[in-house]
């Protein structure tokens, strides 16, 4: 009985031996894509980044789980408390997030976006279980998408235009505070770089490789709480976007107009069957059809007039002012002789149209 338990026993441990090297590998293999990926000259759209990047994800994503397996990490143990060799898998939820971000679907931006921030919230929380450094955890996304609720309904107070003395000391704080993060990572990246140095070359000892891994931890925590801030900031623009999207979407459309046709006027019916054989979706009418068609609506502006009556009735006058002169003249009116007489006169003596002045200036 104790020598089955013993032979278990080593097969466990003979398990422990042969998976530690293949999850180790899987690792280093997935940060070497990482750092390819990020330091490539090649478009980040490009088919050979792309695969690269999925590839990458799917090596941390499978070792995540095997560390998940493997319970490396527990809530009620300190920093000190874990191997050197482990600490390195401290990093695999911040490579994940980075490669995440390194995605270039515009589709799914808002998913990988919310993918890339979930990895990036866990690493930060391990780093707060092992008080890894002071910082101050960002909010979960309930907490900002109440705060975008508030807003919306008008709850939260708006900011004023121009910034009081108590915004101008804040933000002399925090541009201070970047200042010194700043020069605290570029100090960051010099100690980084002396170990990475002598962990590659195999010239470090257990203490070495423990700092360049505790390093590492510090120079993903400040990258993480970077990217979070910058991707809360992308996706209420993203939710923004979506917003007016579905908005316009959902837009009832104008109703449609019907377009007035115009019309033809031609001069005759042959014209008419002309232009309607070429024109077949435009009316058309003659002038006479036009005519008629006004008269009957009362439209012509002669309507109303007795103009025909008119007309009569001024070559009557006409006419029997011509036979009055003439039966004068028959009948031997001097009057009427005289007046002959002289108008025959005056047309030998002047031409015709002499005295017409209008339009001679």
């Known amino acids: 009985m104790a020598e089955t338990e013993k032979t278990s026993v080593a097969q466990q441990q003979q398990n422990a031996d042969t998976e530690s090297p293949k999850l180790s590998e899987m690792l280093d293999r997935g940060w070497r894509l990482y750092e390819e990926v990020d330091t490539t000259e090649e478009p980040l759209g490009s088919n050979s980044i792309q695969v690269k990047v999925k590839r990458g994800i799917r090596m941390l994503e499978e070792a995540s789980m095997m560390v998940a397996q493997l319970v490396l990490f527990s809530h009620n143990e300190e920093l000190e408390e ?30 990988i976006v919310q993918t890339s921030r979930a990895y990036f919230m866990d690493f930060l929380s391990r780093c707060k279980d092992y008080n890894v450094s002071q910082f101050e955890l960002p909010k979960s996304t309930n907490d900002s998408s109440a705060t975008d609720e508030a807003s919306e309904n008008g709850t939260s107070m ?10 101008l000391v804040s933000m002399a704080a925090q541009r201070q505070v970047k200042i010194e993060q700043y020069r605290k990572k570029k ?16 010239e470090a000892d257990e203490e070495v490789s423990r700092d360049f891994y505790l390093l590492n931890v510090q120079k993903w925590l400040a990258v993480c709480l970077e990217e979070v801030n910058s991707i809360d900031q992308e996706i209420e623009i993203l939710k923004r976007m979506g917003n007016l999207n579905h908005a316009a979407i959902e837009q009832p459309s104008r109703p449609t107009r019907t377009p007035s046709k115009p019309f033809i006027l031609t001069k005759n019916a042959l014209q008419a069957q002309v232009f309607g054989a070429g024109y077949p979706s435009l009316p058309t009418m003659t002038v006479d059809d036009w005519y008629e068609q006004h008269k009957q609506r009362g439209l012509l502006p002669d309507q109303g007039l007795p103009r025909s009556v008119a007309v009569e009735d001024d070559c009557d006058a006409k006419e029997c002012e011509e036979e009055e002169k003439e039966k004068k003249i028959e009948n031997d009116d001097e009057e009427a002789l005289q007046k002959a007489r002289d108008w025959n006169d005056w047309k030998d003596d002047h031409r015709r149209g002499y005295g017409n002045r209008h339009h001679m200036g």
């Open 187 to 202: 100090e960051l990246e010099a100690r980084l770089s002396d170990a990475k140095r002598a962990v590659e070359c195999g």
């Open 82 to 111: 874990i191997a050197t060799a482990d600490l390195k898998y401290l990093l695999l939820p911040a490579l994940l997030g980075a490669l995440c971000m390194k995605q270039t679907s515009r589709e799914k931006r808002l998913d």
């Open 158 to 167: 708006a900011k004023p235009s121009i910034p009081c003395s108590s915004d």
